[in-house]
């Protein structure tokens, strides 16, 4: 049975050619899924799909940048990135985002072990990422 997905785009309203090659590589792509295109928003939760330009602020869930909307193959493996729960090494999560901000000293910690190491002082939690300041 398909069902209906919000795809969060950036920028948008996209230009009625770029929402046709949204269209193309959504019509090559085997997904049991109807899209419903909604821009994205700060704060919004759910992947990315963004074009040509990264947003300018940190998301939730990460996004696929596609510099270049007219290559098939990027279209494709960004949409199902987008549309999908599957991995690809090339999207850009809020850990991505946060090192490119902060620098490479970054990482993830399981709530439990900050928990374990009562580090709540020296870190700011936001879902599951700390940021240690020294």
Do not use: C
């Not at 990460?62 to 990135?81: I, K, S, T």
């Not at 999908?84 to 990482?107: F, M, W």
């Amino acid at each position: 049975m398909t069902h209906i997905k919000l795809l969060n785009l950036w920028p948008y309203p996209l230009a009625p050619e770029d929402l046709e090659l949204v269209k193309q590589a959504k019509a090559a792509l085997d997904l049991d899924v109807q899209l419903k295109p909604r821009g994205a928003v700060i704060g919004g939760e759910g992947r990315i799909l963004a074009l040509r330009e990264p947003p300018p602020w940190i998301t939730w869930d990460g996004y696929a940048l596609v510099r270049d909307p007219e290559n098939p193959g990027a279209m494709q493996a960004a949409l199902r990135w987008a549309a999908t729960s599957e991995t690809d090494p090339r999207a850009v999560t809020q850990l991505g985002q946060l090192r490119g901000l902060l620098g490479g000293d970054v990482k993830e910690l399981d709530p439990r072990q900050i928990a374990r190491e009562n580090m709540s002082k020296n870190l700011k939690l936001d879902r599951g990422i700390g940021v240690t300041f020294k």
